[in-house]
């Protein structure tokens, strides 16, 4: 029996059973990157990003460990603007 490889664009795709939800993944992920970095930036421990966060230090524990599920969009940008950043918006043809 031969099956045959599918291909994605990214592993988004692969893992998400829409489009709508890759992309909804893609978004969060970028977004929980920028704050990681901001966070490993700075220097701060984690109970120190939590208190600036305004979370707890397991939320920011998962948060640096990229546990994406564990984040919904609109908690990612709470935590950003906790944080004093803006998030933008843009849109691009797929």
């Excluded at 664009?9 to 829409?18: F, I, K, N, T, Y």
């Excluded at 609109?74 to 918006?89: K, R, S, T, W, Y």
């Amino acid at each position: 029996m031969s099956t045959k490889a599918e291909s994605y664009a990214s592993v988004w795709d692969a893992l998400a059973e829409s489009a709508e939800e890759a992309a909804n993944l893609k978004v969060r992920a970028e977004l929980m990157r920028k704050i990681a970095d901001l966070i490993q930036g700075s220097g701060w421990t984690q109970m120190e990003a939590a208190l600036r966060c305004r979370v707890t230090q397991p939320r920011i524990n998962d948060l640096l460990r990229g546990r994406i599920s564990r984040f919904s969009l609109d908690a990612l940008v709470n935590i950003a603007a906790a944080l004093g950043q803006q998030v933008h918006v843009e849109l691009e043809a797929a």
